[in-house]
């Protein structure tokens, strides 16, 4: 439990437990559910945590407000690592009151059979007073579901935001940012949105403007610290991922089946590294611990304009690692990027070819027809030292 202001207690969790959250994206640096009471003359608890937690939730309501009942619980999102607890919440606070949108009902009642007595419905613009202060709410569709909203606090600039502004990793226990804070977080809060997020662009662009309005002074995420110092760098890097910008570099993703394609992988590396050409490298095939596959290589594709992709031949087709990521790409519908294949093959190359044709259904810039060669990787096969020289 942390305070956060005269009203405000932060009462979420930290997960180092959970392998793949969502059941697909890495968690090397654990995440948070991040859960919050507004106490005044009445007592709002926003959103809940994941399940599992039950004991140590409870027992931050009670550290923050001992006893006292709480009034309301506000689901400003459905998705069950913040909503899971709602039953268990229900059963302990037999005078809870639910405040959702319309949208919501249908998803408590399939979830958790939620009755219709406990829920007050609430609209864009609806507020609710809680003595000295009064919760506002408003929708943000698709960030990065249909029924998700935000709750605005006025009296304190407080954006109870959702997943929005959200990151991975684990927050620590002052929660509340400093100015060290964004770029320790950098890199995973592009990787969250990448991953979480990075298909619904237009939206997040609709959900910033109509809270541009706001003067925010403290945003509460569902993931990740409380920006109050960071929060025009944090809202920046939302508004240019969300138009998927990104800056000149190239983002290389391979899987390889007995190195050959690995090899062509890495001499590209090195002849970039010796260009000064910003770069990552990201292996599918994950063959060292640590690597984040198709979740790291999403991180980087929302940061260099250039993807360079290898893969092998496979049953006369693509390696299916790097289909997996092909087709994440397509489901963002990232755009605006150029595109060159690579890859190794041994009595017929499909791959390139194949990779190319997927790049050009997303409109991407392809830069030449690829480097499709036969068994063992060699330079004099495969000149990376040329590609590098075209990626410049
Ligand atoms: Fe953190 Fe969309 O749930």
């Known amino acids: 439990m942390k305070k956060i202001s005269d009203r405000i207690y932060y009462i979420g969790v930290n997960d180092f437990d959970k392998v793949l959250f969502e059941g697909l994206w890495p968690l090397p640096y654990g995440v948070s559910y991040n859960s919050y009471l507004v106490v005044d003359e009445k007592v709002a608890l926003i959103d809940t945590v994941e399940a599992g937690f039950e004991e140590e939730f409870l027992a931050n309501v009670h550290e923050a407000i001992g006893e006292r009942a709480i009034d309301y619980l506000v689901v400003n999102h459905?998705?069950?690592?913040?909503?899971?607890?709602?039953?268990y919440m229900l059963e302990k606070y037999p005078s809870l009151q639910i405040v959702a949108n319309a949208k919501t009902v249908p998803m408590l009642q399939g979830y958790y059979g939620t009755s219709q007595e406990r829920i007050r419905v609430m609209k864009e613009g609806d507020s609710l007073c809680l003595g000295s202060c009064s919760l506002s709410f408003h929708m943000i569709p698709m960030v990065h579901w249909p029924e998700t909203m935000v709750t605005w606090l006025a009296e304190e600039g407080t954006l109870f935001a959702g997943d929005a502004f959200g990151t991975f990793?684990?927050?620590d226990e002052e929660v509340i940012d400093n100015e060290d804070t964004f770029e320790e977080y950098r890199d995973e809060m592009i990787r969250y949105y990448s991953n979480i997020v990075g298909k619904y662009g237009t939206p997040v662009q609709a959900a910033l403007k109509k809270l541009s309005g706001l003067e925010i002074k403290r945003i509460c995420s569902t993931h990740g610290p409380v920006w109050e110092t960071s929060i025009p760098q944090v809202v920046a890097l939302y508004d240019k991922m969300s138009r998927y910008e990104v800056e000149r570099g190239v983002c290389i993703v391979y899987g390889s089946m007995y190195g050959n394609t690995a090899a062509a992988a890495d001499a590209l590396a090195m002849e970039l590294e010796a260009r000064g050409i910003p770069y990552a490298i990201h292996d599918l095939a994950c063959n060292n611990a640590g690597e984040l596959g198709v979740s790291g290589a999403l991180r980087d594709v929302f940061k260099y304009d250039t993807i360079v992709v290898?893969?092998?031949?496979?049953?006369n087709g693509i390696f299916p690692p790097v289909e997996t990521f092909m087709k994440a790409l397509q489901a963002r519908l990232i755009k605006g990027r150029r595109f060159?294949?690579?890859?190794?093959?041994?009595?017929?190359?499909?791959?390139?070819?194949?990779?190319?044709?997927?790049?050009?259904?997303?409109?991407?810039?392809i830069l030449g027809a690829g480097l499709s060669f036969p068994q063992a990787y060699t330079r004099e096969k495969c000149d990376m030292s040329a590609v590098a020289d075209m990626l410049a």
Do not use: C, Q, R
């Not at 459905?78 to 607890?85: A, F, I, N, R, W």
């Not at 791959?351 to 810039?365: K, Q, R, W």
């Open 78 to 87: 459905m998705e069950p690592d913040h909503s899971s607890l709602i039953a």
């Open 169 to 171: 990793k684990a927050v």
């Open 310 to 315: 290898g893969s092998p031949t496979y049953n």
């Open 340 to 365: 060159f294949a690579f890859g190794s093959y041994t009595w017929s190359g499909a791959s390139v070819s194949l990779l190319n044709a997927m790049a050009e259904s997303m409109g991407y810039d």
